[in-house]
């Protein structure tokens, strides 16, 4: 998640996009870079690392240029560097571009480009954009961005400004957000609105296949067929802090919902099963060397480490390999037994916790394979690992982890997939059965967050109480043990999380008319044992809150309380039925007064052991 900025009208350009950018930065802080048109001439002034660094290139009096576009980036294609930095300029230096998104189809469009004779300098997917521009340009800025973005495939909000047309900034979007800020006699661009709120209240939402014109007279939308386009004008009343928010109280309330997308993000580009070469090379990793995996060892710590517990059932289920999910602090001082057949994976939104480096390293000496997922690009452990499939997911805020969580479940799920099919234990057949049911997850989820009320209904019934259980078997043990961890970590109620199964021996003596029991009983092949624990439950007087499939009747005899997903496949249950606990977890931590970003005693990384 990338932030873009434009401007034009009589302010100085430069200052206004530094100013946006600022307030953009928990969208991406790799790089950061802006361009104006200054004195007839295209300025374009890059730095790497935070806003600060490029605001320390740029001093007050320097620009006075009234038209230009920023950037602020959160590296999802080539690391962060200054050559990587938006934004980039086509092969005469005319025409720069700024892009949030990810374009799916650049390696062939970039190979086309050279082959036509044009010159990269960077490593990113966008720089194919403002190459296509320069290729389709004759004056008329507004057609060539049109051509050039009816070939992109992917998502893409873009701010576009020529030397050519210095009275002009060219706004696009496709899957990517970007609004138009209405001033007087000025016009903005913002991927998000805290980056104009300090100098409008007027926002125009773009829609998919726009392409917008804004000149200091005025500006003129046109539909991807080329037609005029009316949008409507909305006045926004918030604060800027709110407006990072996007208008949520909280950061990880915003990071739950952004869930539909980030997911969608994260498969983006990688679920052409009858092409995975493209995937492998991402991984710097070979389909010879799959087969040859002997096991499979995870390392991750908390949240990471559950999502290692349902990449380990997959791996088993989907691939056919042997896996173990290990947690970092207890693998680094055992014997583990690592040989050139064994792969690790670190797993890790931040790529800097210790516990997760450490292990990763002392296996990596031992000869082991490694590869890491990590949300992070260039961070500590993809620098460690051969190979990352990273999760794309933006910065992730909020201390407790959930947009990350399930951005890792979905690149587990690709991977064992992809070994499946590599191993031949997948036919390609049953992998597009899988993959299908995938690219369906996004709108589940959706559905998901438009049921909130219920659970805040079931929230303000239980937010008093003083321990929980959460009970779940197979796929769905470690969605209980990540349930429990997000209660107790933002809201202070001891809550444990155990597989099902082995409630009777021990943990059912827990079981009395206080305690409530949050039950996964989605459909599957255990459903039937998770009911058999659910009555054991009500035997004792507990209280049931149960996760269960859209349709099952059966479940509403044995809970008090249920909560229904979509349905989906079975394999992919997991997806789901951690939304429902995300916003539990949440609304019971709101109820509770507790400072739900930022819970007291912990770090959003923990670098130290
Ligand atoms: C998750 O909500 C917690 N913040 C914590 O358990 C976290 O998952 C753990 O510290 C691992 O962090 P990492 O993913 O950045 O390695």
Redesign the pocket.
Known sequence: MCGIVGYIGDKVAAKLIMDGLKRLEYRGYDSSGIAVIENGRLETIRAVGKIKNLESLISDEQYSGTSGIGHIRWATHGKPSEENAHPHTDCSGKIVVVHNGIIENYKQLKHDLVAEGHKFKSETDTEVIVHLIEKYYRKDLVAAVRQATSLLKGAYALAVLSINNPDTVIGARMDAPLVAGIGENEYFLASDIPALLSYTKKFVYLEDGDIIELKKSGYKIYAADGSNAERKTHIIAWDSLMAEKSGYKHFMLKEIFEQQRTIEDTFRGRIDYDDISEFFNELSIDPETVRDIGRISII???????AGLIGKFWFETLAGIHAEAEI?SEFRYRDFIIDDRTLLIA???????A??IAPLREGKKRGARTLAI???MGST?TRDAAGTLYTRCGPEI?????K??TG?ITSLFLLAVYFGIVRGKLTKENAAGLIDSLIQIPKDISMILNRENEIISIAKKFFKKTNFLFLGRGLNYPIAM?GA??LK??SYIHAEGYPAGEMKHGPIALIDENLPVVCIATKDKVYEKVLSNIEEVKAREGIVIAIATDGDERIKEKADYVFYVPNTDALLSPLLNIVPLQLFAYHIGVLRGCDVDQPRN?????TVE
């Open positions: 991750a710590c908390g949240t990471s480490y559950y970092g797993i890790s939104q931040s790529g800097e916790t516990d997760t990590c949300n992070v452990i909020g201390v407790a982890s959930t990350a969580f890792q990540e961890l997000k970590e933002i912990l770090a959003k990384s923990v």
